[in-house]
């Protein structure tokens, strides 16, 4: 994104819930270069989607908004040049999504299933997004050692957690996109985990919210 798309995430209900391409560079604010490999992102998606089931099939006519929005909008919270890993990258939300944002970001994609990867390598060779991918399960991978650490829809949040403390620095922040039981997960993860929480509303979803979390400790009485 371009510096006048840096501004925090909002959830005012001002964005209309179909985007097309141009309604979603206008509200972003990113570059023809940038959204022309969203485009062919968009083009790979919807001729993969008749073969396999990448998002839910209600949500295809609403892709700019409910699925590259929902990923672009964490983008101002990412400084440029930082290893990012997205966990359950599936169909690449939001972690191929950042990649086509901002080419200074080293994006690992990590994701256990074989057909979504073929997917994925092919938008990442397609539209040039120059992220790693990895067919391989979390829990299997050598530690990636992130400075950002993503996940959208992936798992409760007491578990992102866990994954994310393999994967990432000390001073790793983790950003975590979360429908409307996020507080009730935040509620949970904190009986074992100490953290430092910011609270981003989503700017697609009423009911979403972003979590930003840094200094993630387990609690020692949680680890006995």
């Given at each position: 994104?371009?510096?006048?798309?840096?501004?925090?995430?909002?959830?005012?209900?001002?964005?209309?819930?179909?985007?097309?391409?141009?309604?979603?560079?206008?509200?972003?604010?990113?570059?023809?270069?940038?959204?022309?490999?969203?485009?062919?992102?968009?083009?790979?998606?919807?001729?993969?989607?008749?073969?396999?089931?990448?998002?839910?099939?209600?949500?295809?006519?609403?892709?700019?908004?409910?699925?590259?929005?929902?990923?672009?909008?964490?983008?101002?919270?990412?400084?440029?040049?930082?290893?990012?890993?997205?966990?359950?990258?599936?169909?690449?939300?939001?972690?191929?999504?950042?990649?086509?944002?901002?080419?200074?970001?080293?994006?690992?994609?990590?994701?256990?299933?074989?057909?979504?990867?073929?997917?994925?390598?092919?938008?990442?060779?397609?539209?040039?997004?120059?992220?790693?991918?990895?067919?391989?399960?979390?829990?299997?991978?050598?530690?990636?050692?992130?400075?950002?650490?993503?996940?959208?829809?992936?798992?409760?949040?007491d578990k992102l957690l866990s994954y994310a403390q393999m994967h990432s620095l000390s001073t790793g922040i983790y950003l975590f996109l979360k429908?409307?039981?996020?507080?009730?997960?935040?509620?949970?993860?904190?009986?074992?985990?100490?953290?430092?929480?910011?609270?981003?509303?989503?700017?697609?979803?009423?009911?979403?919210?972003?979590?930003?979390?840094?200094?993630?400790?387990?609690?020692?009485?949680?680890?006995?």
């Amino acid at each position: 994104m371009n510096k006048s798309a840096n501004r925090a995430p909002r959830g005012d209900g001002g964005v209309p819930s179909v985007l097309s391409p141009d309604d979603f560079q206008a509200e972003t604010g990113v570059s023809d270069k940038v959204m022309a490999r969203l485009r062919t992102y968009a083009d790979v998606l919807i001729k993969w989607q008749a073969k396999i089931n990448l998002v839910g099939p209600d949500t295809v006519a609403g892709l700019w908004h409910r699925h590259m929005l929902d990923s672009a909008q964490i983008a101002p919270l990412i400084p440029s040049g930082k290893k990012v890993v997205d966990f359950g990258s599936g169909a690449g939300f939001p972690g191929l999504v950042l990649a086509c944002l901002d080419p200074t970001l080293d994006v690992h994609l990590v994701e256990s299933d074989q057909r979504k990867c073929a997917f994925l390598r092919e938008v990442n060779r397609t539209a040039g997004c120059g992220a790693t991918i990895h067919n391989e399960r979390i829990e299997a991978l050598e530690p990636l050692n992130a400075d950002i650490v993503t996940s959208r829809a992936l798992a409760p949040l007491d578990k992102l957690l866990s994954y994310a403390q393999m994967h990432s620095l000390s001073t790793g922040i983790y950003l975590f996109l979360k429908g409307k039981r996020w507080s009730e997960e935040l509620t949970e993860a904190q009986k074992g985990w100490k953290m430092q929480v910011r609270h981003h509303p989503s700017r697609t979803d009423p009911a979403g919210m972003i979590l930003e979390l840094r200094e993630c400790i387990q609690r020692h009485e949680h680890l006995e």
